[in-house]
């Protein structure tokens, strides 16, 4: 007879409770481990500066000036990098640059199989794959800002 059958009820909710929390463990400790830094953002008359736009490109691994087409083209205002600081057109709150940046990093940055953000993109003739370096999956890219 195996272990299973030979399992009370309430031994076998004890054991399913005590793997789920190893598995809630495991998994905050991955969500912890990739954060983006805070937006840091100064207004000046109607224009936006972004003063740790670099940061941002940095820590997703990605070529800023496909960052900054992005962030141009969601906010549909011009956009034009300093240094390391970004200039929008217009007042932009920091939650509109966090949240635009949270969906770059679901569609350009993790994986869709493991959800690593240990990624890179290779363009093959025309397509843009995503390649996990963790899982080794590869993916195809829609858009242009990868």
Known sequence: MSIL???TKVEYEALLKRIQGKLTETK???????????V?????????????????????????????QYL?????????RMGEKAIFIGKRDPEDF???????LKDYVECPTCKSPDTKIEKEKRIS???C??????????????
Not at 28 to 38: Q, S, V
Not at 72 to 80: G, I, L, N, Q
Not at 98 to 104: A, E, K, P
Not at 133 to 146: D, F, I, M, R, V
């Open 5 to 7: 059958f030979s399992m």
């Open 28 to 38: 905050k400790g991955a969500d912890k481990r990739f954060e983006l830094p805070p």
């Open 40 to 68: 840091d953002i100064m207004w000046e008359g109607q224009k936006t500066f972004f003063r740790n736009f670099l940061d941002f490109s940095k820590t997703l691994r990605r070529d800023p000036e496909k960052i900054l």
């Open 72 to 80: 141009s083209k969601e906010f549909a205002v011009p956009a034009e």
């Open 98 to 104: 966090t949240r635009l940046f949270q969906i770059y």
């Open 129 to 131: 794959f995503l390649i």
């Open 133 to 146: 370096e963790a899982c080794g999956a590869k993916s195809p890219l829609k858009g242009k800002y990868a």
